[in-house]
């Protein structure tokens, strides 16, 4: 029994730890892994199953149908005897009981709006696919900008972490020449007015790089809390992003946006269709048969229960003539639509190609910025350490040093924020002209 218990403890525990486990992940796995997990992409996966079983459902309104029935009545209070015209115990008319059981197949032989019906299905389950290929291009875009904060989260707490590693040791050999009266007061409370500022923005950063990783982990799709480590770094996805070829003349037509505004004008062009072939005829035919039995007593399962069969061809024809305007009108309503749709293509032509436009503009200003900023930092860098240097020599003062700390600390957050803009503008700009590039 204790072994067992042992090992019970032994299975939970594995488990325990097999779950906690973290997942790794490159920026183009967590992309590949979104694709298939988030669960924005997990229903636009099943808006085309559902389109697919849609087109064929509208396809089926037009094939054979078969529809059997079988109908039971019992005359509580009969109006009259029953007449049995045979002469053979069964009667023929006004039985007390009887059973109709019939089978039924029909055919739509031509009808205007089934075959218009036929085409929508088809865009229905194109306006899907796009559907689904926007949401992808959004997705990608989202973890691409949840990567990118995570990784400027850990460089800021590791920059912040050194900062105060540098400024804690600052205060210290201050606090000494201080204490041999060879330093002024201020000095010390200068550098603990610095240390406790940057101490606070550590403290801060860290909760927000928590935060970074659970909205990481919702995008991709697992739980908010579950543990992953990112293996790509922020200056390396910023140097692939500026040397990738990205920023050349797109063709508006193919991005995602103008094939979802196209489909909405063809969509406007198939309601134009039906309402015009609302004024054509329809035909249908059927074929049915039945078998009808009568019966005082309930004898229906007997052997000896006398059955007549029926059978029917028929075929009808609807010829629609005149709606007092009706059908008109909503024809004419129909092409007023379909104008309207051709004027939102053209705007959504028109306003991609400015969006592309900007976005290409952001991503150059976002790569000068960078390598701006990078100069920044090591002109910061240099300042910062020759006025720590004067002074320690005495020939420096502690306000000075302050300045330079607070330059520096500035310029590394500032080089950050370029390396996240650098990646967030080219995701922005891959998103508008549907191109995709691996990481």
Known sequence: ?????????????YFGIAQETPQNFSLQEAIDFALENNRQAKNATLDIEAAKKQKWETTATGLPQINAAVDYQNLIKQQFESVDFNQDGIPDFGAKNSVNASATLSQLLFDGSYLVGLQSAKVYLEISKNSKEKT???VRKAVINAYGNVLMAEESVSILENNIKILQKNLDETTKIYENGLEEEESVEQLQITLSSVQSNLNNTKRLKNLAYQMLSITIGLDYNAPIILTDDLESLTVKNILQDGIEDADVKNTIDYKIAANDKTSKELLLKLEKSKALPTLSAFLSGAYIGNNNEFKFLSDQQKWIGTATFGASLNIPIFSSGMRSAATQRAKINLEKAQI???ETEQQLKLQIEAAKSDFILATEEYENKKQNLNLAER??????????EGVGSSFELRQAQTQLYTAQQEFLQAMLDVINTKAELETLTNTTTKY
């Open 1 to 13: 029994m204790k072994s067992l218990f042992k090992l019970l403890i032994i299975t939970v525990s």
């Open 383 to 392: 300042i910062e350490n020759k006025n720590q240097t004067k002074f320690f």
């Open 344 to 346: 939102n293509l053209d």
């Open 136 to 138: 992808d291009l959004e």
